[in-house]
């Protein structure tokens, strides 16, 4: 394999994979908190790519207000998704929250195919203009900073899960919402408050993605899929594990990218996938946890 | 209320069974035309200006008192660029709306999809944009299927030569996109290369949703390409775009027309001009009578300025050319019966168009509209599509 094709690929890859890694930490946090998920996790990742382009092309916003705003708005959707989509069926012990859950993003897709429009749209960043050249190879600030935020924001989810209040409670949830509750801590709080977390980091990933690819209202479908392979793939226990299983979905997709072509990289990535969950079910760096009787 | 309710829900039944016994009545006097085509998605450009060429073309029409004394009305599906979405919108237009004739978009996988039909059903079908060979030269006798547009192994040829004459290319690498009709162009290319005594440097393919096409430009690089040959619709072929200016890249990018049916400018950014890519019409060149006209229709029904307003300029000047003539057709056989608008079509003699003056378009073993020398090189000049200079 040509010495620059790699070198390509492994920065496209870890840039991917860590796009992959923070939508997966919005199926981690749901599911850590309650055990459901957002199965339409690509929306969120979609409105934010749409927002941050229509905040700065169309009104001109600035990009850092046009970002926040954003990513505030997918924290926002987080929420509804939870109050309409999760807790009623939720509370009544169905598990319709998942079906549910498809339905609100597509109902989200459509409103915003009609108010968008219908044609991918470019967005330019600045920082996809500024860059360096190694071994022939150009190299974009936001190449750089795609992985950065996306381990960064790993490592702080990771950190405060394990040491602050708000991690101690979504752990006792988690572990047994009744005792957690006798306790004082507020199951439906922590729940929502996840939800709103899980929207914003796709939020996060459509913002940084929009420039490298097209803004459009599908484009959030096979990132959610992906992602939902690379929390599985990794362990959808842990947030170090879900980022290391988008980061080594993403590699792995670029590397066949360079090697074979992109026409057999998602068969041979999602047979990989396959593999190694038959191998080992609990994900790749997932740990086994006893349950008690 | 419930009075209330009750005589809304009276009024609302009144109307729909007025509506019910008057509208077939209204509807059969009128000849449908149908078009499937991508109304959304990463091409819709495209099918917004295939509507706007037609819907010139039959206002046109009906101003000068439609069809054998009928209206004549555009009837639209979205085939969302998918095949089976394409298949079930063309059966329900025939079967349901009675259409006389459909057009199809610029998706060369639905229009071959689309071609069976058209001939098991015996309804006339002209591409308007879609160039795949196959979907004309298609086995079918007689043959339903006509296309007033370019055609893939023409293109090619055209492509070929031009990446030779023009930039000197002597090694040239292809980047197709990977579905039929990157495969009907891999053919093509490869067959117009031999001819021409050109040796290819490689065939690459890309994917529709592929955010990084580096690796495969880094091979055809490596293996010598001194120019690369673009069969791409414009997100993927703006990826491509993109790939090449990270990598520094200079190579000349000679490409068929699919990067024209979308934002390819928008997405691409200043290096989109870097790309020569070939139309069947430019509404900057001098217009005849017949593009005055439509450009003033452009201009009072879609408020374009000008002829760098026109959005993906081959969909409307094909598709307005490609009604006139069917209207000719309908004419000619004084029927809306798919064989004898056919068979009429087959025998058009003369209609001064808007891309040239047709001389006996089509004949039974020839339907293609057009031919190579129709062909024009343009390149995007900010977001104007440009006759190359």
New interface residues.
């Given amino acids: 394999m040509?010495r620059?094709?790699l070198g390509?690929?492994l920065i496209?890859g870890t840039g991917?994979g860590c796009m992959y890694g923070l939508v997966a930490l919005g199926y981690y946090v749901t599911y850590a908190a309650s055990r459901t998920v957002n199965f339409a996790q690509g929306v969120p990742l979609m409105i934010g790519a749409v927002l941050v382009f229509a905040l700065t092309n169309q009104l001109h916003w600035p990009v850092w207000a046009a970002s926040l705003a954003a990513v505030g708005a997918c924290a926002v959707f987080g929420l509804l998704v939870e109050r309409l989509a999760v807790r009623p069926f939720v509370r009544r012990g169905s598990e319709s929250w998942l079906m549910a859950t498809i339905a609100v993003g597509l109902v989200m897709e459509n409103i915003v195919?009609f108010t968008f429009?219908?044609?991918?749209?470019?967005l330019?960043n600045s920082l996809n203009d500024v860059g360096f050249?190694l071994g022939?190879?150009?190299i974009?600030a936001l190449q750089i900073l795609i992985p950065v935020a996306g381990l960064l924001i790993a490592a702080l989810l990771s950190s405060i899960v394990r040491s602050t209040r708000v991690g101690r409670e979504l752990r006792a949830v988690a572990l047994n919402p009744a005792a957690a509750q006798l306790m004082g801590v507020d199951p439906a709080r922590i729940i929502a408050l996840s939800y709103a977390l899980s929207g914003a980091l796709a939020g996060i990933a459509g913002v940084l993605i929009a420039p490298?690819?097209?803004v459009?209202a599908?484009m959030g479908t096979?990132f959610g899929i992906k992602a939902f392979a690379a929390a599985i793939l990794g362990g959808i226990g842990g947030a170090w594990s879900v980022m290391l299983g988008g980061l080594v979905l993403g590699l792995a997709e670029?590397v066949i990218?360079?090697?074979a072509?992109?026409?057999y990289?998602q068969l041979i990535a999602f047979l990989l996938v396959i593999a190694v969950l038959a191998l080992r079910p609990i994900g790749l760096f997932g740990r086994a946890v006893a349950q008690k009787v | 209320m419930r009075t209330a309710f009750s005589t809304f829900r009276l009024r609302t039944v009144g109307f729909a069974l007025a509506a019910g016994l008057l509208t077939p009545v209204a509807m059969a006097q009128d000849i449908k035309v149908g078009l499937v085509a991508a109304l959304t998605g990463q091409s819709a450009q495209s099918g917004e200006a295939i509507t706007r060429g037609l819907t010139i073309a039959i206002e046109q029409i009906n101003a000068r008192g439609g069809l054998l004394g009928r209206k004549v009305v555009l009837v639209r599906r979205d085939d969302e660029s998918s095949p089976p979405k394409g298949v079930a919108a063309a059966r329900e237009l025939i079967s349901s709306e009675k259409v006389s004739a459909l057009f199809g978009g610029i998706d060369t996988p639905v229009s071959l999809a689309i071609t069976p039909i058209a001939n098991q059903s015996r309804t006339p079908f002209i591409s308007v944009w879609a160039a795949g060979t196959g979907i004309t030269v298609n086995g079918a006798n007689p043959n339903y299927v006509f296309r007033v547009s370019a055609q893939d192994d023409l293109v090619d040829i055209a492509l070929v030569r031009y990446a030779s004459s023009r930039f000197g290319a002597k090694k040239p690498g292809l980047v197709l996109v990977n579905n039929a009709w990157g495969e009907s162009n891999d053919k093509g290319l490869r067959a117009a290369a031999a001819a021409a005594k050109v040796e290819l440097a490689g065939v690459e393919k890309i994917e529709m949703n592929d955010v990084d096409v580096t690796p495969q430009l880094s091979r055809l690089r490596n293996a010598g390409a001194d120019a690369l040959i673009l069969v791409a619709n414009a997100a993927p072929g703006a990826q491509m775009m993109k790939s090449r200016e990270r990598m520094g890249w200079k190579v000349p990018v000679v490409s068929h027309w699919g990067i024209s049916g979308g934002r390819f400018d928008e997405l691409v950014g200043p290096s989109a001009s870097d790309a020569h890519f070939v139309q069947t019409y430019s509404f900057f060149a001098p217009p005849n009578e017949t593009g005055k006209a439509v450009m003033a229709e452009l201009s009072s029904r879609y408020g374009v300025k000008g002829p760098a307003d026109v959005i993906a300029p081959v969909g409307t000047a094909n598709a307005y050319d490609a009604m006139r003539l069917l209207g000719i057709a309908i004419e000619r056989a004084k029927s809306t019966e798919g064989d004898a608008i056919r068979k009429a079509m087959e025998d058009i003699d003369q209609y001064v168009g808007l891309i040239k003056t047709y001389k006996r378009p089509f004949s039974a073993t020839d339907h293609e509209g057009l031919a190579p020398e129709d062909y024009v090189m343009v390149q995007y000049e900010g977001s104007r599509i440009v006759p190359v200079k």
């Fill in positions: 040509d620059i094709a390509s690929a496209t991917l195919l429009g219908r044609d991918p749209r470019g330019r050249d022939g190879l150009r974009t490298l690819y097209t459009s599908g096979m670029a990218v360079a090697w072509g992109s026409t990289a």
